[in-house]
């Protein structure tokens, strides 16, 4: 069984360098937001340079809201890959999360993979991961410990990838009982306990009944970005599994949009809410974080960059907060604070859902800074 699960992780770093598994109709809902004060303030009135970019979430101070999410570990190709991230978000005194600890619970071997990030990151903000799924068929709050301690993490991330189970040849796909499971780790737990979506998002109605049961964040992972149904699709066409290969197809883009997943959370629960799901550059990011989220995670952009060096990936990131800076100062924003309150106009599909699903996008163009 560990072979095999660490034979997927293999399997998914090379369909993700390799194929093309990016959402294919379906958007973050980005492109209908538009930062505004009459479109563009031409008298931004603040310096770039003296902009404020740092935050502090989760009790860590992080110098730009920006996180390199889950994305692998487990495998050998990953020692390098997490190695590199943790060394680029020590040097800029950002975060990271690692994937799925499962192979490594399951068989000590594959530990190293996992904690050379907190080798490579001995101050950084790092965020340990189990599975859903794992906790309704076996795991607990040994396990969750273990996944914590294995990297010395400040927090432990719960993942929720329904989708990605259900179209998977060794997909698990019982969650009854989860809601409760997450809560007693919550309870139990001395570091926060954040759940998070994979690519599929989060509705208004689950972000309340996780805050209800504890959890101290919600990662949205809305539809647009990478689609787990899209990776799942290329490992099944490589077996000539037609089933699978036609469940991948067929629910490529199944899934919540990233910007209304991310109003639905921030305009229903208080704890922070992390936007990531296709955020590919610093005016998504900017974009997501006037919409309220406390932190913006970015993957995919940085496994390529990953594979080469650390300073390949600082460079990346450098790039993005740039960016973030960037589209700040054309705001006239110079702190994470009064982007929060510059009026944002959502328009097209994401106004449309967000209206026939009770909420109000308008609010968030009459706000003044």
Same mark, same amino acid.
């Given at each position: 069984m560990n072979d095999s699960i660490e034979e997927r992780k293999a399997d998914h770093i090379e369909i993700c360098l390799e194929e093309n598994v990016q959402a294919r109709k379906a958007t973050t809902g980005f492109e209908d937001v538009s930062l505004v004060s009459l479109v563009h303030k031409a008298l931004p009135e603040i310096e770039r340079e003296k902009i404020d970019l740092s935050t502090t979430v989760f009790g860590y101070k992080f110098s730009a809201p920006i996180f390199v999410g889950a994305m692998t570990g487990g495998t050998a190709k990953a020692l390098k890959i997490n190695?590199?991230?943790?060394?680029? =978000? &020590? &040097? @800029?005194?950002?975060?990271?999360? =690692? $994937?799925?600890? *499962?192979?490594?619970? &399951?068989?000590?071997? @594959? &530990?190293r993979s996992f904690s050379v990030v907190r080798e490579k990151a001995p101050t950084a903000f790092i965020l340990a991961n189990i599975g859903g799924p794992q906790l309704v068929s076996k795991y607990g709050i040994k396990e969750a410990k273990k996944a914590v301690e294995m990297i010395k993490a400040d927090a432990l991330a719960i993942h929720l990838n329904a989708l990605q189970e259900a179209v998977q040849p060794e997909g698990e796909t019982t969650? %009854? $009982?989860? +809601?409760? #499971?997450? $809560?007693?780790?919550?309870?139990? +737990?001395?570091?926060p306990v954040i759940v998070k979506e994979t690519g599929a998002g989060i509705a208004a109605e689950e972000a309340k009944m996780l805050e209800e049961a504890g959890v101290a964040g919600i990662d949205v992972a809305g539809v647009g970005g990478t689609?787990?149904?899209?990776?799942?699709?290329? *490992?099944? #066409? #490589? *077996?000539?599994? %037609?089933?699978?290969? *036609? +469940?991948g197809e067929t629910f490529w883009d199944w899934g919540i949009p990233t910007a209304i997943s991310l109003v639905e959370t921030v305009q229903s629960v208080s704890i922070p809410a992390i936007a990531s799901g296709g955020i590919r550059n610093g005016t998504d990011a900017t974009k997501a974080l006037a919409l309220g989220a406390s932190l913006v995670s970015v993957a995919y952009p940085v496994l390529q960059p990953a594979t080469k060096s650390p300073e390949e990936v600082k460079k990346m990131l450098q790039l993005l907060i740039g960016e973030v800076r960037n589209a700040m100062f054309l705001v006239g924003a110079d702190s994470i604070q009064k982007l929060q309150k510059v009026p944002v106009v959502l328009t097209g599909k994401t106004a449309k859902w967000l209206r026939a699903r009770g909420f109000q996008p308008e609010l968030y163009s009459r706000r003044s800074t």
């Amino acid at each position: 069984m560990n072979d095999s699960i660490e034979e997927r992780k293999a399997d998914h770093i090379e369909i993700c360098l390799e194929e093309n598994v990016q959402a294919r109709k379906a958007t973050t809902g980005f492109e209908d937001v538009s930062l505004v004060s009459l479109v563009h303030k031409a008298l931004p009135e603040i310096e770039r340079e003296k902009i404020d970019l740092s935050t502090t979430v989760f009790g860590y101070k992080f110098s730009a809201p920006i996180f390199v999410g889950a994305m692998t570990g487990g495998t050998a190709k990953a020692l390098k890959i997490n190695a590199a991230i943790a060394e680029a =978000v &020590e &040097e @800029l005194s950002l975060g990271m999360g =690692v $994937g799925s600890q *499962r192979a490594a619970i &399951e068989n000590q071997k @594959l &530990e190293r993979s996992f904690s050379v990030v907190r080798e490579k990151a001995p101050t950084a903000f790092i965020l340990a991961n189990i599975g859903g799924p794992q906790l309704v068929s076996k795991y607990g709050i040994k396990e969750a410990k273990k996944a914590v301690e294995m990297i010395k993490a400040d927090a432990l991330a719960i993942h929720l990838n329904a989708l990605q189970e259900a179209v998977q040849p060794e997909g698990e796909t019982t969650f %009854s $009982g989860l +809601l409760k #499971k997450i $809560g007693e780790i919550a309870q139990a +737990l001395d570091v926060p306990v954040i759940v998070k979506e994979t690519g599929a998002g989060i509705a208004a109605e689950e972000a309340k009944m996780l805050e209800e049961a504890g959890v101290a964040g919600i990662d949205v992972a809305g539809v647009g970005g990478t689609s787990w149904a899209a990776v799942e699709y290329y *490992r099944a #066409k #490589k *077996r000539q599994d %037609s089933f699978h290969q *036609r +469940l991948g197809e067929t629910f490529w883009d199944w899934g919540i949009p990233t910007a209304i997943s991310l109003v639905e959370t921030v305009q229903s629960v208080s704890i922070p809410a992390i936007a990531s799901g296709g955020i590919r550059n610093g005016t998504d990011a900017t974009k997501a974080l006037a919409l309220g989220a406390s932190l913006v995670s970015v993957a995919y952009p940085v496994l390529q960059p990953a594979t080469k060096s650390p300073e390949e990936v600082k460079k990346m990131l450098q790039l993005l907060i740039g960016e973030v800076r960037n589209a700040m100062f054309l705001v006239g924003a110079d702190s994470i604070q009064k982007l929060q309150k510059v009026p944002v106009v959502l328009t097209g599909k994401t106004a449309k859902w967000l209206r026939a699903r009770g909420f109000q996008p308008e609010l968030y163009s009459r706000r003044s800074t």
